[in-house]
């Protein structure tokens, strides 16, 4: 039985739907279920439901509100991933943890992997970080799978945004100067489940892996993607108009590189994500004419 918090969310959502599909037991919790920060809560559900292994898809995701949401950032990025931490240990119980590539500032020249330094930008990627350590610090037994630009069928994100403008709009303006690796919950949610039986044989598979798609774009290359993707089924193609950053001030400070060098995680898995175009074209596709 797995365990999974977060099951709102888009990673949580899809590793329901991921799991159901492959037969795997799960016990997937929402927020208003247990809230990851209150330690009671998180060690009833534990006991409750005894998993193999625990996944924590649950996080403060809003990057923008989290430079004034302070508090709600710090509990669902580091404490609440302190407290999983913490009742997974008691119970010798595998953790698998996500994270973000916007631990990093962005000025590297090149994909950054697992050992470069932290340096967010933004409260968002120093929570995260901060969940980081208090994972690594609470649970011997936890892999931390840092992602990036995650999309997919449920939930909230940029892609389903691209899709929804395009059909209302004649141009879309997009950011061309942040370079990154669009990453779909689909491949996070099975690649968590090819983990899940390996970790139960206690092994040496545990720590900090980078995952996401293969190969990197901006977000203005993301968008034109996901519009043509559409385009291909409605002939509606609007313009994509790459913009810089400078054009489009936002709260949050974003890594201008934050591609993830995932080679460590291909060597010692066996496997990797699809490259992110071809999941970007498979998921705009599923959602033209729903979302
Ligand atoms: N989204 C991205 O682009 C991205 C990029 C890199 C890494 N990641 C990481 O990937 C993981 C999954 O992200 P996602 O995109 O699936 O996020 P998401 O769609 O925002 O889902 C996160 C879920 O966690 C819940 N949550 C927030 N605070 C909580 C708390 N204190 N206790 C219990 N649940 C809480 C949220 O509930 P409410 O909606 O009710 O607040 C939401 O349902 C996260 O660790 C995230 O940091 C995401």
Redesign the pocket.
Known sequence: MILI??????????LQRTAFAKGVACKA??????????AADVARALDETAPTLVV????????DLAETEIN?AQ???E??PGVIGKACAARETPLI??????VFDGTKIGPYMESDPLAPLGV?GRT?AA?ESAVRDAAPLHII????????E?????LKTMLRLARDRDELRVVADQHGCP?S?RD?AVAILRLAPRLETGSDLYGLYHFAGVGATSWHGFASRIVEAQANITGRRPKVTAIATADYPTPARRPANSVLDCSLFVRKFGFGAHHWGEETDAVAQALTGKS
Do not use: C, M, P
């Open positions: 918090f977060g099951a709102g969310g888009q990673v949580g959502q899809e919790l929402s927020r208003l279920e247990v809230d990851i920060a209150n924590n898809a649950a996080a403060y995701t809003k990057v709600a509990r669902g990025n404490i609440g943890h996500l994270s973000t590539d916007y968002y995260k969940g799978l840092r992602t990036s630009w995650v999309y997919g449920f939930g909230n994100n940029f990453t919950a996070i």
